[in-house]
């Protein structure tokens, strides 16, 4: 196991959700105003780490992990709606007391957490990255795609993060094998979310295209070239949404923080430096 290297210290937050939950994030630091970044369904708040760090020069950097992931507390209802965590969020940018809007990045569920929330709070939000996500799903919340529910050792947790995210840089295998599976009580290794998310999907029942229409802030969609996403529904989200633009990030599948950070920054930096 090679020791990871971070060129900033990264600080750990944490907040209350909207029902008294605790939400745990990474503050990665920086300057200007706040961004924060949104995970997918199999990851946590350290997916980010490789692009908050290409971003710190113009952004405060955040992420957040989901309520049943990673540090934050899970659910014991299983409340874990796409509604859900935008409560959660409100509930922390409410926290950050910050006088001017923040910027959203997500990547698959967190860019339909972030869509909702800024057409939920136009004022709130000043730009928004939807990444890798199509605004409604022909699976239904159990038609899962399978994963190892346990792994023996951390040279096989490595292994399957390689394989799910075959263009990764090693440090981000190293980071998300570290960070998002922990110890089981019989010393294997688990991901670390509720179990519940081996078996449901609950934004699988989302229908979120009548927000694209909502969405007045600049808006940039992402593309991830090797996805399962469909690049015509997201060039068809692009064209529903008034003020945004559409790129694609070759050479990664569909975790594109993870799989292809160089290439999400290079979308990124000129979208979130532009103030126009």
Not at 17 to 24: Q, V
Not at 107 to 136: C, F, K, N, T
Not at 139 to 151: A, I
């Amino acid at each position: 196991m090679d020791p990871v290297r971070t060129s900033n210290e990264v600080r750990h937050i944490y907040s209350s959700g909207a029902e008294g939950n605790r939400i745990h994030g990474l503050d990665f630091g920086g300057d200007g105003r706040t961004l924060i970044c949104l995970h997918g369904v199999t990851g946590n708040a350290w997916n980010w780490h490789a692009v908050a760090q290409g971003l710190l020069g113009c952004r405060r950097v955040l992420a957040l992990d989901f309520r049943g992931y990673g540090e934050s507390q899970w659910s014991s209802e299983h409340r874990y709606t796409t509604a859900d965590h935008v409560a959660d969020l409100t509930h922390v940018v409410k926290w950050l007391s910050t006088d001017e809007p923040v910027d959203l990045a997500g990547s698959s569920w967190g860019a339909l957490v972030a869509m909702q929330y800024a057409a939920d709070h136009p004022h709130a939000v000043g730009r928004l990255a939807v990444i890798d996500v199509e605004p409604s799903f022909e699976q239904g919340e159990t038609e899962l795609f399978p994963r190892p529910t346990h792994h023996e050792d951390h040279p096989d947790v490595c292994a399957a993060v390689e394989r799910a995210y075959p263009n990764a840089p090693v440090e981000m295998v190293e980071i998300v094998a570290s960070t998002c599976f922990g110890p089981a009580p019989d010393g294997q290794l688990v991901p670390k979310h509720d179990p519940f998310f081996f078996e449901r999907w609950p934004f699988r029942s989302d229908d979120h295209w009548h927000r694209l229409a909502e969405l007045a802030m600049p808006v940039q969609f992402v593309h991830a070239a090797d996805s399962f996403v469909r690049a015509e529904v997201m060039a068809e989200m692009d064209r529903l949404t008034a003020n945004s633009q559409l790129a694609s990030v070759a050479a990664t599948t569909h975790v594109i923080p993870v799989d292809n950070p160089a290439g999400l920054l290079d979308v990124l930096l000129p979208f979130l430096s532009d103030s126009g």
